[in-house]
Structures are given as C-alpha cells and as structure tokens.
C-alpha cells in the first residue's frame, strides 16, 4: 500500500508538479495530455512533510520514490517556494545524532543538489549556499563515521557523502572549496577511503549481474 501510494505520489509529481495554472498547462502541454493542477496546498503539504515521510519509510523503494519527488520539486520549487528544506528539514536531519536520520538527510541532500547537477556557472549560486551551509556539517560525519568503519550504515553514510560532493561540483568547483587549504581536508578524506581495504567478496571477478549490481549501491 505504501509503495503505491509512493508511486503514485512520483507520477503527480513528474507530470503535473510543472504546471502553475489552467493558461500555463494549456501553453506547454502536448496536445490531448491529460493534464491537472495540483493544489497549491496540496504542493505545501508535500513540501512540508517529504523529508520526514522518508525519514519514516522503511521500505527503499518508498525512498527511492521520495528521493525522486524531492529532485523533481527542487527543479520548479527550490529555492524561492522552498527554502525551508535547507533552512530547517536537511540540516535539522543532518544533525539529529541519529543514524537513520543523518542517512535520510543525505539522501534529501544529494537529490537537492541534482538540481544543479548539469546547471551552468551562472545558475549554480543556490548550490553555492547549499555547499557553505553543508559541507561543515558533512566534514563532522566524516569524522565521526571513519571511527566506525565496521558499521555498515557508516559506510553507507560516508558513500553518500561522496555523491553530494560529486554531483555538487563535476561541472564547477564551488567557491567555497577554491579558498586556501579547504579541498585539503576533502582530499585527505578520498585517500584514506581509497587506502581502505575491500573486502574479500568483493574482489573476485563475478559476471552475475544482479551481484555487480548488488556491489554497485
């Protein structure tokens, strides 16, 4: 039931999240779609309860399709419509303490900075501010999570940090890492991961795809 409604949730929002009025959807729609308009309360509600909805799911593709939502609004919504997702929801998840939600905050943090994952220089200032404002928390996780590297969510935690930090600057550095000695510690952190030991089962060669896909997340 959860799934179904997560899914459904994922179609409105693919389809129908865009359109702003009646004129707006009848300008941009393929003739005969079948459009609606979501309710601007109805957009609220979402954008209010998403992150704490993926918090409580313990179903990963429940997850995968709150993750996805959270991409598809930030496209339309973020940041004018929606700063409280980095003024309050992300960073009060990042520092909850808590494994499930630092996990959970991650995940909101990296489908966020999808947004600008292929934006130009020009259309990159929202993720500028998102990197200030994250990145010093994500360098205390680091800290923390190198300390339990025999915890599977630590290394967990840790893989995602290294997501949001790719995605947030393939095309462009941002500004904030420019500044002397702030890659530094960034760079520390890539070597000591590349200089951790893989565990045996991964190392054999395997050519079952569900294994490789299994090794890839």
């Given amino acids: 039931m959860a799934l179904a409604a997560a899914v459904q949730l994922g179609s409105q929002v693919d389809h129908h999240w865009k359109f702003k009025d009646e004129v707006h959807a009848d300008k941009i729609s393929v003739e005969g779609f079948n459009w609606h308009i979501i309710p601007v309360s109805d957009k609220e509600q979402v954008r ?80 500028f501010e998102i990197v200030g404002q994250s990145f010093p928390i994500l360098g205390s996780l680091i800290d923390q999570c190198l300390q339990n590297t025999s915890n599977e969510t630590a290394l967990k935690i840790l893989y995602l940090i290294c997501k949001v930090f790719y995605t947030s600057n393939q095309l462009v550095i941002t500004p904030k890492l420019t500044e002397p000695g702030a890659l530094d510690p960034w760079m520390t952190f890539f070597k000591t991961l590349l200089d951790m030991k893989v565990p045996e089962e991964l190392c054999s060669f395997n050519e079952d795809k569900d294994v490789i896909q299994a090794r890839d997340k």
């Fill in 48 to 127: 209010t309860n998403i992150v704490g909805r993926m918090y409580a799911s313990t179903q990963e593709k429940v997850v995968k399709q709150y993750s996805r939502c959270i991409t598809t609004i930030a496209r339309f919504d973020y940041p004018e419509r929606w700063s409280t997702v980095m003024s309050n929801d992300i960073p009060q998840a990042l520092q909850s303490q808590n494994e499930k939600g630092i996990y959970t905050g991650l995940l909101a943090l990296f489908s966020l900075v999808k947004k600008y994952e292929y934006e130009m220089e020009e259309d990159r200032d929202p993720l």
